[in-house]
């Protein structure tokens, strides 16, 4: 079968598409044709060598996967031959950059039936991420009020519309690239940050400040001010200690994404319900995912990137 690998870390260039021997699952695994893969910024850092996660080399890339459950090993329940699929793989283990992978079967779930199967690839990761920090790690309930910073990628308009759906307030920021997709997630309000003073522009304290962007350290301190005593300050900029207020009961959490196959699953729904829209990009074979690393090496990947092994 094809797949992306990598024999050593390094630049985009030690990425390369080979022939490898199909896998075969093992106690608790499936084997999963691959519809799609999904590119992730983690991706690129467990490739260049910064990310600390302990992979085996040669490593496959890819650990946002859907496709169609090709067999099944033993001591395997729920999931048969021939199911539709999608699921958060272990980071640490292959990804779905091929055309197969071997997978738990315990961090898999029925894939949504109202959009195409490649497209389920780009949910799990970031719509988990956008979950754990607002609901797990935020506590966020009806009636409260979030502030998410950096709300026009692709984490944040999932956690738009996911604190929408719960019945929270949502206070966003954006660019002006981003100000309409923010707005049509269904923030309540939008703040252009690079025309408008944050902390003038938002007049009521939050409950949560989720944040997403690479800000400041200063600026991050600063924005804490806005939190409401006994409130949460959430981020996901694991490379910077998320600050807190002790005096007023103000505490912060780092987001680090876990798989959570209930979770996918409840997704998988409301996607199915129409109350959740994932996001797709771009389309590229899986010959093109060496570029695709190059381009991230050079900066940021806009918007959500699903890979098709065909």
């Not at 890819?62 to 090993?73: I, M, N, R």
């Not at 996901?236 to 009961?249: I, L």
């Amino acid at each position: 079968m094809k797949a992306a690998r990598f024999h050593e870390v390094g630049g985009p260039e030690v990425l390369r598409i080979e022939d490898v021997p199909q896998p075969v699952p093992g106690a608790g695994q499936v084997r999963v044709r691959v519809a799609a893969s999904a590119f992730n910024a983690a991706d690129n850092g467990m490739r260049a060598g910064f990310l600390p996660i302990p992979v085996v080399l040669p490593h496959v890339p890819g650990y946002d996967v859907s496709g169609t459950v090709d067999a099944v090993g033993p001591d395997v329940t729920g999931l048969a031959v021939g199911d539709a699929v999608f699921g958060f793989l272990p980071m640490e283990l292959d990804g779905g950059a091929a055309e197969f992978v071997v997978a738990p079967a315990s961090v898999l779930t029925a894939a949504p039936t109202s959009i195409p199967l490649p497209d389920a690839a780009a949910l799990p990761s970031v719509a988990l991420t956008a979950w754990q920090a607002l609901f797990d790690d935020g506590g966020l309930r009806a009636g409260q009020r979030v502030l998410i910073v950096g709300a026009g990628g692709v984490v944040g308009k999932y956690a738009v519309q996911l604190a929408k759906r719960a019945g929270v307030h949502v206070v966003a920021t954006a660019s002006p690239r981003s100000i309409d997709a923010v707005r049509a997630a269904g923030a309540d309000e939008v703040v252009d940050h690079t025309a408008t003073d944050l902390l003038a522009a938002v007049e009521d304290q939050v409950d949560v400040l989720l944040n997403l962007a690479p800000i400041e350290p200063d600026q991050f301190v600063a924005l804490v001010g806005l939190v409401r005593d006994g409130g949460v300050v959430v981020s996901t900029t694991a490379w910077m200690a998320a600050p807190d207020d002790a005096s007023r009961g103000v505490r912060s959490v780092t987001v680090f994404v876990l798989s959570n196959r209930d979770r996918l699953a409840e997704l998988a729904t409301l996607v199915d319900q129409g109350a959740l829209t994932v996001e797709v990009t771009r389309r590229i074979p899986l010959t093109a995912l060496p570029e695709l690393h190059a381009e991230a090496s050079e900066g940021r990947v806009s918007g959500k990137v699903i890979v098709l092994p065909a």
